[in-house]
């Protein structure tokens, strides 16, 4: 969120060259530069705002997709891994001799390290950009995935799946900041859409991969798959994501002049800024939780996608039970039967261009009322979710009346990809 705020509003002038040149804002008051005085003509920005070589909005379109696309994957790795792991139940539990609530736990720690990750590793991307932050993210994730993969006991497996969570999620906490980046207002929906459900389909197809690997090979390869899968995309991030936290670009593009000219004047605004590391995660930890007590809608919200996500995590325990014990599943055929969660969340997507014009007719009507041109309001973005909240019981009714023997197993995936839809 603190990344969304920061992408979209300050503009300064750069005085060298006359023109608009939008700056990103600070989270916060301290961020602001300081009052103007004679050094201000030496405040770098973008020249010709967003058509400045250097801004990451003036990138091709290829240029800029290939960065969502390569942002979109990791994400997906990343939650798929989460789920990848309760295939690997059955033979870790006959060589450790552990509970099936001990292996529970290794998913349950998995997600708690992602829920706690962004709030601490989040902010740091407004003093070091983005690129920094995906770059050592993700190669302490890969690291961390190799204990896992040599473990001699259930504990070794439990620690570092909670630090592989944690480490990741650093990933996803700026991944969105990157695509307010690259894309204006007008252009930012259909790769936000495809970004925000990329989380979503990785669950849905962990229990698949990792049931075919596990229905073959040993339970360790589940892991040694992740690393390899995990180094590829390390690679694409190195060499096809560059940074694009204007901020950042901004004071690359100060530090640069400053040197070319030796004129020690030239600032960027971030380095105006009077903020602490420590100051930025202190608000980062408070301002979720400020945010769910003033604001009712952000709890609201909140709480309904605490609650998808959690029914979503309680089908990877409920699928064996219904296909396994009622149906004769074997494990990779367990894990086929996630496929209906993940089509319906694909099939979601094509959903966009028709929320897209109910959200234009509202912007549209309030443009008239208050005679303001673009008045948009964020309840605009409901019409979604107010129609998914209807679908997704329905989903899971499905879903929870078809789990009889009886009845044929199609019947239940399809329920699953109701609820994925919704």
């Known amino acids: 969120m603190n990344e969304q705020i920061e992408d979209g509003k300050m503009q300064s002038v750069n005085e060298n060259s006359k023109t608009p040149s939008p700056v990103l804002p600070p989270a916060d008051q301290n961020l602001q530069s300081p009052p103007s005085t004679e050094k201000d003509s030496y405040e770098v920005g973008w020249e010709g705002g967003d058509a400045d070589p250097l801004c990451p909005r003036s990138y091709s379109t290829l240029k800029k997709w290939r960065i969502v696309l390569v942002i979109c994957f990791v994400s997906l790795c990343m939650t798929c891994a989460s789920s ?153 991030i190195i060499f096809l994501v560059p940074e694009t936290f204007h901020p950042v670009l901004l004071r690359n593009k100060a530090r640069k002049l400053r040197k070319e000219t030796n004129n020690g004047d030239w600032f960027a605004p971030i380095e105006r800024a009077h903020r602490s590391v420590a100051h930025a995660i202190g608000n980062s930890l408070t301002r979720p939780f400020q945010l769910l007590i003033l604001e009712p809608m952000c709890l609201c919200l909140c709480i309904f996608a605490a609650l998808l996500h959690g029914i979503l995590y309680l089908f990877f325990d409920a699928f064996p039970l219904v296909f396994v014990n009622n149906h004769g599943f074997n494990l990779w055929q367990v894990g086929l039967s996630f496929l209906g969660v993940g089509l319906g969340m694909i099939g979601a997507i094509f959903m966009n261009p028709l929320w897209n014009k109910a959200r234009n007719r509202l912007i549209h009507n309030n443009e008239q009322e208050t005679g303001i041109a673009g008045a948009s309001e964020p309840e605009f973005r409901l019409p979604a979710s107010m129609v998914g909240s209807l679908i997704v019981p329905v989903g899971m009714f499905i879903f929870g009346w078809t789990t009889f023997p009886w009845v044929h197993w199609i019947f239940p995936i399809i329920g699953s990809a109701i609820f994925g839809f919704g």
């Open 84 to 236: 990848i792991y309760i295939a690997t139940y059955q033979q870790m539990e006959s060589e450790f001799g552990n509970s099936r609530m001990v292996s529970i736990l290794g998913l349950s720690l998995f997600v708690l390290g992602i829920a706690f990750g962004p709030m601490a590793l989040g902010p740091l991307s407004e003093f070091y950009g983005r690129r920094p932050i995906y770059v050592i993210s993700w190669t302490v994730y890969v690291i961390f995935i190799i204990p896992q993969a040599v473990a001699k006991n259930i504990g070794v497996i439990l620690v570092f799946r909670f630090l592989d969570g944690f480490a990741g999620s650093a990933f996803l906490a700026v991944a969105g900041g990157t695509i307010h980046d690259l894309f204006d207002k007008a252009q930012l929906q259909h790769p936000i859409s495809i970004f925000s459900v990329s989380p979503f389909i990785g669950p849905s197809l962990g229990p698949l991969i990792g049931g075919l690997i596990c229905s073959y090979l040993d339970w360790r390869w589940t892991y040694y798959v992740l690393i390899i899968w995990s180094f590829v995309l390390w690679l694409a």
